[in-house]
């Protein structure tokens, strides 16, 4: 790998090491990580389209040229999922969904953590889960009791992984999978869209810090510790009952192998406790991939002022997410309701009509239109968490964690990746300074990236962490 930071083995050690047929992604994955690309000078500006209705033409130019000039980089897009489950081609202009090449390009979206996203379902030891996918009633799953035997977890992430690099194969042209700051700024500077990697629900580890190494062999450069269930390691936000109450042992040592990596620890997803835990235990600056403020829109996956500060204060940054639900708290009661009367007219019509019948099909077309979806927030509320976000922690400690391809709902006036200006219009627009708004598109993210990467450099030549079954489970020592 050409990032210069990787403190574990080559990595044709650990293709030797391999045991299972997945060596083929190994192999892929570290081919193409990319080498650093030349710089090709000054970025050029695309010609600037006429302002959005209601824009100032003068500073609408202004915020084109300086949008197309930073780095932009977002933290948490789901186009991965697309990928794998629909075969999802990134390289056309799509009339659908959020993210391709073409829009990517269009809105000046530089550089991309594509989620290799776990789902909870692949978690636990109710094997007969999978056996059963129901096509859209999600919340009538049940959540596995007990952590542990039968999990597909880490099989799921790699499947992500094969996804995107098989993308970045085909349009090599136009993308590289990257791997440490220099890559990324590499490919941006030889405009190319620089594709990263972040697995979202640390159960992808499958508690095992041997699969945590082995994906960091493969690129992964960020880990959302959880996501909506409690793991072998650490309490996610969603569940009402804690499992641990923050991090284990095991948690403190994935936290700590993460550091010596030189993965991103990512705090989105993960309970109040966990998140002050991980604060205590990282020795490197902290991420919120995805997560908007809870001072805003009151909602568990959102973050408080003083959860924001102590991240700030550590030198972290947290990436604000576009999702209606977690911007506005009024759209999530709504659209709540709605989805909930609508799930039992749902369930009470798949009891009733065979599945893939006409009769099913015309009552699902019945409720689409009995419940229409529920007004869309403006992109301001977007715009109001960003504001609050760089008054409460500063303008070093904010950035973008779009969740794009990943939400059923983003505001009006951000609806897909080419919309992007638009914000750094309404940032300008609101009397931030260029120097904000560009630490803002990307060089925060970068910062801390850069952070982790030097602290992994100082960890090299430190031992592994290494499981043990008699003590990973028990509490963290205060
Ligand atoms: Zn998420």
């Known amino acids: 790998m050409a990032e210069g930071t990787n403190p574990g083995p080559p990595v044709a050690d650990s293709i030797d090491g391999a045991n299972d047929g997945h060596m083929r992604i190994v192999l892929a994955a570290s081919f193409l990580l990319a080498t650093v690309l030349p710089a090709q000078g000054p970025r050029p500006v695309p010609p600037c389209p006429r302002p959005p209705a209601g824009y100032q033409a003068e500073l609408w130019q202004r915020a084109w040229a300086l949008h197309h000039r930073a780095i932009v980089v977002d933290t948490h897009i789901d186009t991965t999922t697309r990928i794998l489950d629909h075969g999802f081609d990134m390289g056309p202009r799509a009339s659908d969904g959020h993210v391709d090449l073409q829009r990517a390009a269009e809105g000046g979206l530089d550089a991309v953590f594509y989620s290799i996203y776990v789902d909870s379902r692949f978690f636990g030891d109710e094997g007969a889960l999978f056996a059963t996918p129901p096509s859209s009633i999600n919340d009538d799953w049940p959540r596995p009791r007990d952590a542990g035997a039968a999990n597909g977890s880490a099989r799921r992430a790699l ?162 997410n576009y999702n209606c639900g977690f911007l506005d708290a009024e759209y999530g009661k709504r659209s709540s309701a709605r989805a909930a009367t609508r799930r039992i007219q749902e369930k009470s019509a798949r009891d009733t009509f065979a599945a893939d019948s006409p009769e099913l099909r015309q009552a699902l077309a019945n409720l689409d239109e009995r419940f229409p979806p529920v007004e869309r927030p403006p992109l301001q509320v977007l715009i109001a968490h960003l504001l609050r976000a760089i008054e409460i922690a500063g303008p070093d400690h904010v950035g973008l964690g779009s969740d794009f391809d990943g939400v059923p709902c983003v505001p009006a006036g951000i609806d897909d990746a080419t919309f992007l200006p638009r914000l750094t219009y309404e940032l300008l627009a609101a009397g931030q300074p260029d120097a904000t708004v560009e630490k803002v598109l990307g060089q925060n993210l970068l910062r801390v990236f850069g952070a982790v990467e030097r602290r992994s450099a100082e960890l090299r030549g430190t031992a592994p962490e290494c499981n043990d079954p008699t003590t990973d489970r028990l509490p963290r020592p205060q």
Not at 177 to 188: E, P, R
Not at 252 to 268: H, P, Q, W
Not at 270 to 288: E, M, R
């Open 159 to 320: 499947d992500m992984i094969d996804g995107l690099v098989r993308t970045v194969e085909r349009h090599s042209d136009r993308m590289v999978l990257c791997a440490s700051t220099a890559t990324l700024t590499g490919a941006v500077g030889a405009g190319r869209h620089a594709a990263l990697m972040g697995i979202e629900g640390g159960h992808a580890i499958e508690g095992d810090l041997g699969l945590l190494r082995q994906f960091h062999r493969l690129g992964v450069r960020y880990m959302t510790l959880t996501h909506t269930n409690h793991n072998e390691f650490a309490d996610s936000c969603a569940p009402a009952e804690p499992r641990w109450g923050g991090l284990n042992r095991l948690g403190e040592k994935v936290v700590r192998e993460m550091n010596r990596l030189g993965i991103m620890v990512d705090v989105s997803h993960v309970s109040d406790a966990t998140f002050a835990d991980v604060l205590q235990v990282s020795t490197a600056p902290v991420i919120c991939s995805h997560s908007s403020l809870r001072s805003i829109c009151p909602h568990p996956r959102n973050i408080t002022d003083d959860m924001l500060r102590a991240l700030a204060e550590q030198g972290g940054v947290v990436m604000i």
